[in-house]
């Protein structure tokens, strides 16, 4: 790695990591502002800028933009999360300035033409109904709503359909210029590129950017609670959670561990008690989210309704052995997963260039190689059965399920019964 950081004087920062043998070059910008920050009455708009930066320009249209970067053979693409929203670019490495022209034209030029917002306000409510007729994504969305009722990183990140429909340009002009500010965004780059040549780039198209400081977002309060919808399907699908870490925190890497030995691959516990051996379900896996103020541990399973009381004991009791027994064993296998991910991720330069602008909006600096997979290697079992003992003891459970819930076998016990399960 050859990271190198350049912080212009309005406070837009610049990070490129060298990668000298490919003849492509992955860039993009990353904004400090996502779902979380959105106020109630803009539930939604986070996601609704990025779906409006590829429509027009005051000196692209739409079309132009797709064409431009389609000529050279680039793709451009964006994303958004609770903490942050991304626009990026792979392109040749000679392409580079013309893909960093794009994205600072889209992200200070834009212009919300009527049309072009009538038709993505269309293609983004249709999204909503997607997402609503997918159950298991909707289960997360659920999930967070249970964890932190009444706060803004429990709402889902596309919004509603009542929210999407009242955004007008005023309000997505009014967002963006309050929250895209240069101190809260970094243009990352990775592959074949030269960091001083970006630099030049960046200070000649972003050097326009205003630099006042945008505010954080609201702290967030792990509640626990439940969220149940009825529906007729084929399977139920159950999601809980517990309180979990945030980036900062010193079990940061061992919940991924923890993560891995419960349910991250086909050796793990859950893969074999409840699939291989038990039969109770097709997909079951474990998961840690991390934000910059709070975090999420949890568990998925989608089984048929006859098996979901079966299922419950199964689940808290392969979460409380871990407490018990985990072996050094499981722990190294879960390391070398974790291990082998980062370092397969360096070896692509649109991984690289997320990786390291994710880095520099947490930690302010990008972490080495090495610094990550030495605190992969500090992580032993006996950290593994402490943090199951931290779950145990955390503020509460999120339930989140949907389908025949009251079905054969039983159905879905009650939440306070659940929560004692869970409650060792």
Same mark, same amino acid.
């Given at each position: 790695?050859?990271?190198?950081?350049?912080?212009?004087? @309005?406070?837009?920062?610049?990070?490129?990591?060298?990668?000298?043998?490919?003849?492509?070059?992955?860039?993009?910008?990353?904004? @400090?502002?996502?779902?979380?920050?959105?106020?109630?009455?803009?539930?939604?708009?986070?996601?609704?800028?990025?779906?409006?930066?590829?429509?027009?320009?005051?000196?692209? !249209?739409?079309?132009?933009?797709?064409?431009?970067?389609?000529?050279?053979?680039?793709?451009? @693409?964006?994303?958004?999360?609770?903490?942050? +929203?991304?626009?990026?670019?792979?392109?040749?490495?000679?392409?580079?300035?013309?893909?960093?022209?794009?994205?600072?034209?889209?992200?200070?030029? !834009?212009?919300?033409?009527?049309?072009?917002?009538?038709?993505?306000?269309?293609?983004?409510?249709?999204?909503?109904?997607?997402?609503?007729?997918?159950?298991?994504?909707?289960?997360?969305? @659920?999930?967070?709503?249970?964890?932190?009722?009444?706060?803004?990183?429990?709402?889902?990140?596309?919004?509603?359909?009542?929210?999407?429909s009242g955004f007008g340009r005023d309000e997505l002009r009014g967002y963006m210029g309050e929250r895209y500010q240069a101190p809260g965004m970094v243009l990352a780059a990775a592959g074949g590129l030269d960091h001083e040549a970006l630099v030049r780039l960046a200070r000649d198209r972003f050097g326009g950017l205003h630099s006042q400081? +945008?505010?954080?977002?609201?702290?967030?309060?792990?509640?626990?609670?439940?969220?149940?919808?009825?529906?007729?399907?084929?399977?139920?699908?159950?999601?809980?959670?517990?309180?979990?870490?945030?980036?900062?925190?010193?079990?940061?890497?061992?919940?991924?561990?923890?993560?891995?030995?419960?349910?991250?691959?086909?050796? !793990?516990?859950?893969?074999?008690?409840?699939?291989?051996?038990?039969?109770?379900?097709?997909?079951?896996?474990?998961?840690?989210?991390?934000?910059?103020?709070?975090?999420?541990?949890?568990?998925?399973?989608?089984?048929?309704?006859?098996?979901?009381?079966?299922?419950?004991?199964?689940?808290?009791?392969?979460?409380?052995?871990?407490?018990?027994?985990?072996?050094?064993?499981?722990?190294?296998?879960?390391?070398?997963?974790?291990?082998?991910?980062?370092?397969?991720?360096?070896?692509? !330069?649109?991984?690289?260039?997320?990786?390291?602008?994710?880095?520099?909006?947490?930690?302010?600096?990008?972490?080495?190689?090495?610094?990550?997979?030495?605190?992969?290697?500090?992580?032993?079992?006996?950290?593994?059965?402490?943090?199951?003992?931290?779950?145990?003891?955390?503020?509460?459970?999120?339930?989140?399920?949907?389908?025949?819930?009251?079905?054969?076998?039983?159905?879905?016990?009650?939440?306070?019964?659940?929560?004692?399960?869970?409650?060792?």
């Amino acid at each position: 790695m050859s990271v190198e950081v350049t912080r212009l004087d @309005n406070g837009l920062t610049v990070v490129t990591d060298s990668m000298p043998h490919l003849q492509t070059t992955s860039v993009g910008v990353w904004v @400090n502002t996502g779902a979380r920050h959105e106020r109630a009455r803009q539930h939604g708009v986070s996601h609704m800028l990025e779906h409006m930066a590829f429509k027009g320009t005051e000196r692209r !249209s739409a079309l132009a933009i797709a064409e431009e970067i389609e000529t050279v053979g680039g793709h451009l @693409n964006a994303h958004t999360t609770h903490e942050a +929203t991304a626009y990026y670019a792979r392109v040749l490495k000679q392409d580079l300035p013309l893909a960093v022209d794009i994205l600072a034209d889209i992200l200070q030029n !834009s212009v919300f033409d009527r049309e072009e917002l009538e038709r993505e306000r269309g293609v983004i409510i249709s999204e909503i109904g997607e997402a609503h007729d997918t159950p298991d994504d909707m289960v997360f969305d @659920n999930l967070l709503e249970a964890a932190y009722p009444g706060q803004p990183l429990g709402r889902s990140i596309l919004g509603t359909v009542d929210t999407v429909s009242g955004f007008g340009r005023d309000e997505l002009r009014g967002y963006m210029g309050e929250r895209y500010q240069a101190p809260g965004m970094v243009l990352a780059a990775a592959g074949g590129l030269d960091h001083e040549a970006l630099v030049r780039l960046a200070r000649d198209r972003f050097g326009g950017l205003h630099s006042q400081r +945008t505010p954080g977002a609201n702290p967030a309060a792990f509640r626990g609670g439940e969220h149940r919808v009825e529906r007729d399907l084929e399977q139920v699908h159950l999601a809980l959670a517990f309180e979990g870490p945030t980036y900062a925190d010193p079990d940061y890497y061992t919940a991924q561990v923890f993560s891995g030995i419960l349910g991250g691959g086909m050796s !793990s516990r859950l893969f074999q008690e409840v699939r291989e051996k038990r039969g109770l379900c097709y997909s079951v896996f474990a998961f840690s989210w991390s934000f910059a103020d709070t975090g999420v541990f949890g568990i998925y399973a989608g089984t048929a309704p006859e098996h979901v009381a079966e299922l419950m004991p199964v689940l808290s009791g392969e979460l409380g052995r871990i407490g018990e027994d985990a072996s050094e064993d499981e722990v190294a296998r879960s390391r070398a997963q974790i291990k082998a991910g980062l370092l397969m991720g360096l070896e692509s !330069s649109s991984s690289r260039a997320e990786q390291i602008a994710r880095q520099y909006m947490i930690h302010g600096r990008v972490l080495p190689v090495e610094e990550l997979i030495a605190k992969v290697d500090e992580v032993d079992a006996g950290a593994v059965r402490r943090y199951a003992e931290r779950l145990a003891r955390g503020p509460g459970l999120a339930l989140s399920a949907i389908g025949p819930l009251g079905g054969q076998g039983g159905g879905l016990e009650s939440y306070d019964r659940i929560a004692a399960r869970f409650a060792h």
